[in-house]
């Protein structure tokens, strides 16, 4: 597999003000431009009133800005939701998209996931697909067959148009997220290194080169020993990305 710049992605959730906001993204910035020979990609996705603030703070960054979601029409009469079109005019270029938070919480189904994957990728919107299992599958032994059924279910019809600049997996154990809790290293290096056959053999050799992020409790204790397993390209932070010190060791850690 291809060397591959990693990327540290930052999902703030339902969570930060503009004030706030303003204050967390200033001091990520800093830093960021602080790093000499940085090594990886940054990432933020606030909520969507933040985005067109943030998109010009940071018009001068290289920090890029996603968005947590978005719907799989184009306009139209969908009170409450947004297109990628609207996204990308307000400076978004990447999207979160099948977060577990929405599968689960939202009941959103693999359809709706694939819909609106092609509804990014028409506005040229790099997608993060998430995928993962929860504590009950996983006793169940059924991680793989719930993450090959999710990425099959979430992929667009035509998949050679799934390319590594594009689209990004995140594989996020929704047992982890908000638990403190973590798979062990063994677990995440058997799981990453089967999505990767999995999608070569789905995809085809591009699939070699899609970055494939780790999402779920990662943090600057634990961020080392989970970014040096081999097919773990980077991290979608929750938490830890709300905290400014917390945050930039993260980006030390993958920038080394």
Known sequence: ???????????????????????????????SKSIIN???DLLICPSANLLQMISKQLVNSPIMIGAQDCHFEEKGAFTGEISAKM?????????????????????????????????????????????????????NGETLNILESQINGSLPEAKDKIKSSNTIFAYEPVWAIGTGKTPTLTEITEVHGQLRNFLIKEI?????????????????????????????????????????????????????
């Open 1 to 31: 597999m291809e060397n591959m710049r990693r990327l540290i992605a930052g999902n703030w959730k339902m969570n930060n003000l503009a004030a706030r906001a303003e204050q967390l993204v200033q001091a990520i910035d800093n830093h």
């Open 38 to 40: 940085n090594k990886c």
């Open 87 to 139: 996204l990308v005019d307000v400076g978004a270029s990447y999207v979160l998209l099948g977060h577990s938070e929405r599968r689960h919480g939202l009941f959103e189904t693999d359809n709706v996931v694939r819909a609106k994957v092609k509804a990014a990728h028409k506005e040229s919107l790099i997608t993060i697909i998430c995928v993962g299992e929860t504590d009950i599958q996983k006793e």
């Open 204 to 256: 085809g050799p591009e699939a070699s080169r899609l970055r494939l992020l780790y999402g779920g409790s990662m943090n600057a204790k634990n961020a080392l020993s989970i970014l040096n397993i081999d097919n773990v390209d980077g991290g979608l932070i929750g938490g830890a990305s709300l905290i400014e010190d917390e945050f930039c060791k993260i980006i030390d850690i993958a920038s080394e």
